[in-house]
């Protein structure tokens, strides 16, 4: 199985102030047909995940642009040109190279 | 628009089964992935199995050691997830995710069931 590491288990943020998460990977999540398979996710309490970024640096519906995905390979960030207070969550990266897909134990976002 | 609505949550004891359901929107359940995510307690998410609704395959997680079993009623546009021969450690939140072709993502999620086993 691909093991998916993230360094921070949580990070504390004034609003306004820019932050990255980042997730590493134990093998390349770079497919033969060019796309990498890596998302991010946000978890808000109580509630069900929700995509925010896939194929690394897509950003999914909604999503504003002040949030972007980077990486490639293994090593792979999430970022925050300006954090707001509805950032608050639990962030995880998850890897559907292949079955089972994994997720990183995930980086817990708080405001101060 | 896309939903998925799940069943109410249960309450089983060790050794026992449980099977919980995950409705799919009309207009999607006739060719889609849908995938089994769980949640214990303060973890991260695990990923189970899926299956295409279209023709039944299914893939498992090998961690269940053939515990998991995945089907769908198309008439009922509704997939199950099976859960046999439940441990303590089994109690979690399980989810159903639509996996979305064009984005490889899952990008749409049911809204969990909670399965708590105790004796």
């Known amino acids: 199985d691909i093991e998916m590491t993230q360094s921070a288990l949580s990070l504390s943020v004034t609003p306004g102030e820019s932050v990255s998460i980042s997730c590493r990977s134990s093998q390349s999540l770079l497919h033969d047909n060019g796309y990498t398979y890596l998302g991010w996710y946000l978890q808000k309490p109580g509630q069900s995940p929700q995509v925010l970024i896939y194929?690394?640096?897509n950003r999914a519906s909604g999503v504003p642009n002040r949030i972007s995905g980077s990486g490639s390979g293994t090593d792979f960030s999430l970022k925050f040109s300006r954090v707001e207070a509805g950032d608050v969550g639990v962030y995880y990266c998850?890897?559907?190279?292949?079955?089972?897909?994994?997720f990183g134990q995930g980086t817990r976002l708080e405001i101060k | 628009q896309v939903h998925l609505v799940q069943s109410g949550a249960e309450v089983k004891k060790p050794g026992a089964s449980v099977k919980t359901s995950c409705k799919v929107s009309?207009?999607?359940?006739?060719?889609?992935?849908i995938h089994w995510v769980r949640q214990a307690p303060g973890q991260r998410p695990e990923w189970m199995g899926w299956i295409n609704t279209g023709n039944g395959r299914t893939k498992y997680s090998q961690k269940f050691h053939g515990r998991v079993t995945i089907s769908r009623d198309t008439s009922a546009r509704t997939v199950f997830m099976e859960l046999s021969t439940l441990r303590y450690e089994d109690t979690a939140v399980y989810f159903c995710?639509?996996?979305?072709?064009?984005?490889?993502?899952?990008?749409?999620w049911g809204q969990g069931t909670m399965v708590t086993v105790s004796s």
């Open positions: 995710a639509r996996w979305f072709g064009e984005s490889e993502a899952l990008d749409v």
């Open positions: 194929l690394g640096s």
């Open positions: 009309e207009h999607i359940f006739t060719n889609s992935a």
């Open positions: 998850m890897q559907a190279l292949q079955t089972p897909f994994t």
